[in-house]
């Protein structure tokens, strides 16, 4: 009957023993060392849906979003696993004496083992070449990730020789089931016996031993992504960096806010820094580095990093002691986190979660960026002259221009507002937000949005002067305190009109105001105009007929999409306009492109690299559209202006629906 032999050529198990001991020592020592580290942060309660994104990581879900490198990545996991499962049972057979590798049961494990072995070797030839291929700054090639492809490699194909070996001395009647096997034992046929066992020893032990050194490295080399990674994974907080964290500014023993010193991030944000593997998906896809500015978030991961493992006095493959006091030798003081990071970096951020979206391993990259502006705008009062006016203006007149507060409600002349008098839980309050409100431009869309809501009979109110800014960009920009002032003044007067739902067209006032005001108890329903339009259609309360042929494409807003995911709605109601042709862009819903005035760039003055709304553009002119459409203040403003010279119209939602209902 087929079976395993175990241990059959080999003597002396006891130094193999000792060898797994010693790595094994040195593999806890390094993890311990990682988790020291680790607890240099913050307290920070993390639940997290850990089933979900167990299976996440066992899916490779979020790795196959680049489907290349991601099969490859899935090759090289799904091999470790199946060999470590196959060496457990062998341990499991020969220690407590179970019959467990025999029969059909061997002849399927040893297909199964040799199938993920040569699995392995294939991921890693294929990793090999697409680091030589790829141009050397994306692929970001350093020593450590060959040797450990090489090392891993080596692994396998040892094992294989052995294999190989053993079957060419016993030479059994099942060696088909092992056909990498067999072909390597081809290469020892023409050996004596006793030289073939000589081999078989030679290579089993080099097997034993770069399997030990394998383990040992795993902590102070990038291998540690499989510890690191696997839990950073597991412990991904979905709503972070769409959902600020909020500060206590009435905490007295504070002695300063936001994030200056690398032990003022939590735990998990420097599990996050550890976990980074570099891949550089991040940075392919970030607006910022795309149009050369000079933030990339894999090297401000990277640098951060850095700063972790100096303050931790630790080293890995990549990052060596040595060069930290190099960088730290060049005269700013050594802790401070803005020496690895440059100010220049962090004002670069346009918030808009495209790195958040495409990191394979759950890096929040968001909430660490506004944590280091807290620090710079409320500890150390430095941030670009600019943003000087835009916090007086939203502090003195609660909006970003410093328009005198009493005309927030001036867009109302000549427009029929219905103010409703029914019960104030059947009532809407429509919120135009501070572009709605006073921006020419925009109040267009205003306009268009009431007639919309006339039409259908919608029952709402206005808060009229009585709104403020609802806080989104004071709170990106790092200025908590101003949000907090605008946020307490919001609640108390929707407070005073006792109104439970609250309609935005603008999504960065959706996102704030559905998803930060709970956590100063302003609990509402909140919806997108474009949730609430698609309602109105599908109750039949608006006409979508037209004789006109429209082309149009859609700029998905990134706080609308990859903020709430709200993708469907728009196209929903978009698509069931007669003769509209949606022509979709290459980068669409949660792979859309920003603008580029998110994160209170809108109000910081864009001097460096190209600017990113003229690269979205470029995308626009691709298709055929003769309309550009989108759902946001901030995306119409930025994609007008760059717009400007094409033939193209640049509309909200709210202006073509309410051009075909007339
Ligand atoms: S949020 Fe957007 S702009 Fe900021 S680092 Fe991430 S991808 Fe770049
Ligand atoms: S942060 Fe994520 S996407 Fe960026 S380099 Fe690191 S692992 Fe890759």
């Given at each position: 009957?087929?079976?395993?032999?175990?241990?059959?050529?080999?003597?002396?198990?006891?130094?193999?023993?000792?060898?797994?001991?010693?790595?094994?020592?040195?593999?806890?020592?390094?993890?311990?060392?990682?988790?020291?580290?680790?607890?240099?942060?913050?307290?920070?309660?993390?639940?997290?849906?850990?089933?979900?994104?167990?299976?996440?990581?066992?899916?490779h879900r979020n790795i196959l979003k680049e489907s290349l490198p991601g099969f490859m990545h899935l090759l090289i996991f799904l091999g470790f696993i199946i060999?470590?499962?196959?060496?457990?049972?062998?341990?499991?057979?020969?220690?407590?004496?179970?019959?467990?590798?025999?029969?059909?049961?061997?002849?399927?494990?040893?297909?199964?083992?040799?199938?993920?072995?040569?699995?392995?070797?294939?991921?890693?030839?294929?990793?090999?070449?697409?680091?030589?291929?790829?141009?050397?700054?994306?692929?970001?090639?350093?020593?450590?990730?060959?040797?450990?492809?090489?090392?891993?490699?080596?692994?396998?194909?040892?094992?294989?020789?052995?294999?190989?070996?053993?079957?060419?001395?016993?030479?059994?009647?099942?060696?088909?089931?092992?056909?990498?096997?067999?072909?390597?034992?081809?290469?020892?046929?023409?050996?004596?016996?006793?030289?073939?066992?000589?081999?078989?020893?030679?290579?089993?032990?080099?097997?034993?031993?770069?399997?030990?050194?394998?383990?040992?490295?795993?902590?102070?080399?990038?291998?540690?992504?499989?510890?690191?990674?696997?839990?950073?994974?597991?412990?991904?907080?979905?709503?972070?960096?769409?959902?600020?964290?909020?500060?206590?500014?009435?905490?007295?023993?504070?002695?300063?806010?936001?994030?200056?010193?690398?032990?003022?991030?939590?735990?998990?944000?420097?599990?996050?820094?550890?976990?980074?593997?570099?891949?550089?998906?991040?940075?392919?896809?970030?607006?910022?580095?795309?149009?050369?500015?000079?933030?990339?978030?894999?090297?401000?991961?990277?640098?951060?990093?850095?700063?972790?493992?100096?303050?931790?006095?630790?080293?890995?493959?990549?990052?060596?002691?040595?060069?930290?006091?190099?960088?730290?030798?060049?005269?700013?003081?050594?802790?401070?986190?803005?020496?690895?990071?440059?100010?220049?970096?962090?004002?670069?951020?346009?918030?808009?979660?495209?790195?958040?979206?495409?990191?394979?391993?759950?890096?929040?990259?968001?909430?660490?960026?506004?944590?280091?502006?807290?620090?710079?705008?409320?500890?150390?009062?430095?941030?670009?002259?600019?943003?000087?006016?835009?916090?007086?203006?939203?502090?003195?007149n609660g909006n970003p221009w410093g328009i005198g507060w009493a005309s927030r409600a001036d867009w109302t002349e000549n427009i029929n507002i219905y103010q409703?008098?029914?019960?104030?839980?059947?009532?809407?309050?429509?919120?135009?937000?501070?572009?709605?409100?006073?921006?020419?431009?925009?109040?267009?869309?205003?306009?268009?949005?009431?007639?919309?809501?006339?039409?259908?009979?919608?029952?709402?109110?206005?808060?009229?002067?009585?709104?403020?800014?609802?806080?989104?960009?004071?709170?990106?920009?790092?200025?908590?305190?101003?949000?907090?002032?605008?946020?307490?003044?919001?609640?108390?007067?929707?407070?005073?009109?006792?109104?439970?739902?609250?309609?935005?067209?603008?999504?960065?006032?959706?996102?704030?105001?559905?998803?930060?005001?709970?956590?100063?108890?302003?609990?509402?329903?909140?919806?997108?105009?474009?949730?609430?339009?698609?309602?109105?259609?599908?109750?039949?309360?608006?006409?979508?007929?037209?004789?006109?042929?429209?082309?149009?494409?859609?700029?998905?807003?990134?706080?609308?999409?990859?903020?709430?995911?709200?993708?469907?709605?728009?196209?929903?109601?978009?698509?069931?306009?007669?003769?509209?042709?949606?022509?979709?862009?290459?980068?669409?819903?949660?792979?859309?492109?920003?603008?580029?005035?998110?994160?209170?760039?809108?109000?910081?003055?864009?001097?460096?690299?190209?600017?990113?709304?003229?690269?979205?553009?470029?995308?626009?002119?691709?298709?055929?559209?003769?309309?550009?459409?989108?759902?946001?203040?901030?995306?119409?403003?930025?994609?007008?202006?760059?717009?400007?010279?094409?033939?193209?119209?640049?509309?909200?939602?709210?202006?073509?629906?309410?051009?075909?209902?007339?």
């Amino acid at each position: 009957m087929p079976s395993r032999e175990i241990y059959w050529n080999i003597s002396g198990q006891y130094f193999m023993y000792l060898m797994i001991l010693t790595a094994l020592g040195f593999f806890a020592h390094g993890v311990y060392k990682h988790y020291k580290l680790w607890c240099m942060g913050k307290k920070e309660n993390r639940k997290s849906n850990y089933i979900k994104f167990l299976g996440n990581i066992l899916s490779h879900r979020n790795i196959l979003k680049e489907s290349l490198p991601g099969f490859m990545h899935l090759l090289i996991f799904l091999g470790f696993i199946i060999l470590f499962l196959a060496t457990v049972i062998i341990g499991l057979e020969h220690y407590l004496h179970l019959e467990i590798l025999q029969g059909n049961f061997y002849l399927g494990y040893s297909l199964l083992t040799d199938f993920f072995g040569l699995a392995i070797i294939i991921g890693i030839g294929a990793a090999v070449l697409r680091r030589i291929v790829k141009p050397v700054t994306e692929a970001d090639n350093k020593p450590e990730d060959f040797i450990i492809l090489v090392l891993i490699a080596v692994i396998v194909i040892t094992g294989f020789i052995v294999e190989g070996l053993r079957l060419a001395i016993l030479d059994v009647n099942w060696q088909n089931w092992s056909p990498v096997g067999k072909g390597f034992s081809r290469m020892f046929l023409g050996f004596s016996e006793s030289a073939q066992k000589h081999l078989h020893l030679l290579f089993w032990w080099l097997h034993v031993f770069i399997v030990c050194v394998f383990i040992a490295l795993i902590p102070g080399s990038k291998l540690f992504h499989l510890i690191a990674a696997s839990l950073n994974q597991i412990l991904k907080n979905e709503q972070s960096g769409k959902v600020l964290n909020s500060l206590d500014l009435e905490d007295e023993n504070a002695e300063s806010f936001g994030t200056g010193e690398i032990n003022d991030f939590s735990w998990k944000q420097l599990l996050d820094l550890d976990a980074c593997t570099r891949c550089g998906r991040c940075q392919n896809n970030c607006p910022a580095y795309i149009a050369e500015k000079p933030l990339n978030p894999k090297e401000l991961t990277q640098d951060l990093k850095k700063a972790l493992f100096f303050a931790g006095n630790m080293s890995n493959l990549s990052i060596s002691r040595h060069h930290f006091f190099q960088e730290t030798a060049s005269g700013i003081e050594a802790g401070g986190l803005f020496n690895y990071v440059s100010p220049d970096e962090i004002w670069s951020c346009t918030t808009c979660l495209a790195c958040q979206e495409v990191c394979p391993i759950g890096v929040e990259h968001v909430q660490k960026i506004i944590d280091l502006r807290r620090y710079m705008v409320m500890t150390a009062g430095k941030f670009p002259k600019e943003l000087q006016t835009t916090f007086r203006n939203l502090d003195t007149n609660g909006n970003p221009w410093g328009i005198g507060w009493a005309s927030r409600a001036d867009w109302t002349e000549n427009i029929n507002i219905y103010q409703s008098k029914e019960p104030k839980e059947d009532v809407i309050l429509y919120w135009p937000g501070c572009f709605g409100s006073y921006d020419e431009r925009n109040k267009k869309v205003t306009k268009s949005f009431i007639e919309i809501l006339n039409a259908a009979e919608v029952k709402y109110k206005i808060l009229g002067n009585q709104e403020k800014c609802c806080g989104d960009s004071a709170r990106r920009l790092g200025n908590e305190l101003i949000f907090q002032m605008l946020v307490s003044e919001n609640i108390e007067n929707i407070k005073k009109m006792g109104i439970k739902k609250i309609v935005t067209q603008c999504p960065h006032c959706y996102n704030t105001l559905k998803n930060e005001y709970p956590q100063f108890g302003g609990d509402y329903e909140v919806v997108h105009h474009t949730q609430l339009i698609e309602e109105l259609i599908k109750e039949g309360k608006l006409s979508l007929e037209t004789n006109k042929e429209l082309k149009i494409t859609f700029h998905d807003p990134c706080y609308l999409g990859r903020y709430n995911n709200s993708y469907v709605p728009v196209r929903n109601l978009l698509t069931r306009i007669s003769n509209l042709s949606l022509l979709e862009m290459d980068n669409k819903m949660a792979d859309s492109f920003c603008c580029g005035a998110g994160g209170g760039q809108m109000w910081i003055e864009e001097n460096k690299g190209k600017r990113i709304s003229s690269i979205r553009s470029l995308e626009v002119e691709k298709t055929d559209a003769e309309i550009l459409c989108t759902a946001c203040p901030f995306c119409l403003t930025m994609l007008s202006d760059s717009l400007e010279e094409k033939n193209m119209a640049v509309l909200d939602v709210a202006e073509i629906i309410n051009g075909i209902n007339k």
